[in-house]
């Protein structure tokens, strides 16, 4: 099906560290999205691609997509405290506008 | 740009009373809006796709007698949850797509925790 694979399922980083985040498929996709999620909160987005090999970068946040057109990363850069939260990738679900999410990625960031 | 907002952002109510939740998209227009509801700790689940004009389109295992959707401007959709009852409870989350923008990209709302007691 169309099934979106996050991983890592969390991760416990150092402030300053760099963090490596990606999203996988079975199914081909034409857009990637990622959202950020804080706590009671509504997801934000980060990054849009559209383009397989697309690189795009937001501040200290790059996302790429895969040429494959099946996977997509998210890298953050020199982390900081507030990068504390929830990371989503989203991605077209069957025909129309209608998005499909991976399970998400925690991110604890210690100072 | 693309600012969503949601109202109320969290609601108490006794089981099988009806709750109303409303998402506004404040600076743009929305042909299509989208329900989503979240359980601690878990990915967004689509309920709905809400269309300006017409009847919302239900996901599958949503049943739409009880998650009622207007959608009767490009600026406001309503969700609905009728006779609440506790296992109703969880973190409503709407969304937006606005008209002419890149289709996929789209803008939440901060959301409405539901509790039922």
């Known amino acids: 099906g169309q099934q979106l694979n996050q991983s890592p399922q969390s991760m416990f980083i150092q402030e300053g560290e760099d963090v490596s985040m990606n999203c996988t498929s079975s199914?081909?996709?034409?857009?990637w999205l990622w959202y950020k999620q804080d706590p009671g909160e509504g997801p934000v987005l980060l990054i849009a691609?559209?383009?397989?090999?697309e690189l795009t970068s937001n501040g200290r946040l790059t996302a790429q997509f895969g040429i494959t057109r099946k996977d997509s990363f998210l890298n953050i850069s020199a982390s900081i405290p507030s990068d504390v939260g929830i990371y989503f990738c989203a991605g077209p679900l069957g025909s129309g506008s209608r998005l499909t999410f991976g399970e998400g990625t925690q991110l604890t960031v210690n100072p | 740009g693309a600012v969503v907002s949601q109202h109320p952002s969290w609601v108490i109510c006794k089981s099988g009373t009806s709750v109303k939740i409303e998402c506004r998209s404040l600076?743009?227009?929305?042909?299509?809006m989208f329900w989503y509801r979240q359980f601690p700790k878990q990915s967004l689940m689509l309920m709905a796709t809400s269309n300006e004009g017409s009847k919302a389109t239900y996901e599958q295992g949503v049943e739409k007698d009880k998650f009622l959707i207007n959608h009767a401007s490009l600026t406001l959709s309503t969700l609905t949850v009728t006779s609440a009852h506790p296992e109703d409870s969880s973190f409503y989350i709407c969304?937006?797509?606005?008209?002419?923008?890149?289709?996929?990209?789209?803008?939440f709302g901060p959301g409405t925790r539901l509790t039922v007691t």
């Open positions: 691609l559209y383009k397989a090999g």
């Open positions: 969304s937006a797509r606005a008209s002419g923008r890149k289709s996929y990209e789209q803008y």
């Open positions: 199914s081909i996709f034409n857009t």
């Open positions: 600076d743009f227009q929305a042909t299509t």
